[in-house]
Nanobody, 123 residues
Framework: VDKLVESGGGSVQAGGSLKLACAAS????????MGWVRQVPGKEREGVAT???????IYADSVKGRFTISRDLDKNILYLQMNRLKVEDTAMYYC?????????????????WGQGTQVTISS
């Protein structure tokens, strides 16, 4: 069974940067819609960014201009570069994949999920 495995979470101060990675063999190479979703305990999941098979990228308004989603097609790795981090970016971040085309708007609905990686931003 193909799995999504995230790495790269951690704790940084506000204004800093982190880069998340997701091993996504069996997903990127099959042209899945790939995305990052975050969740804070007690709150709904929030779509952060998606990238489609044709490299179309969509971002949540809250992260536009600060986060960049990308794929390494040779290594089948999904990335999320997060710059100018804010305290409100603190959350568990999940890598996710869906076999259909990415929707036109940011989505948090995916078929497959990783185990998540914690990102904590301090003031």
């Amino acid at each position: 069974v193909d799995k999504l495995v995230e790495s790269g979470g951690g704790s940084v101060q506000a204004g800093g940067s982190l880069k998340l990675a997701c091993a996504a063999s069996g997903f990127i190479d099959r042209g899945y819609c790939m995305g990052w979703v975050r969740q804070v305990p007690g709150k709904e999941r929030e779509g952060v960014a998606t990238v489609d098979n044709d490299d179309t990228k969509i971002y949540a308004d809250s992260v536009k201009g600060r986060f960049t989603i990308s794929r390494d097609l040779d290594k089948n790795i999904l990335y999320l570069q997060m710059n100018r981090l804010k305290v409100e970016d603190t959350a568990m971040y999940y890598c996710a994949a869906d076999p259909y085309l990415c929707p036109d708007d940011i989505s948090s609905t995916f078929q497959s999920w990783g185990q998540g990686t914690q990102v904590t931003i301090s003031s």
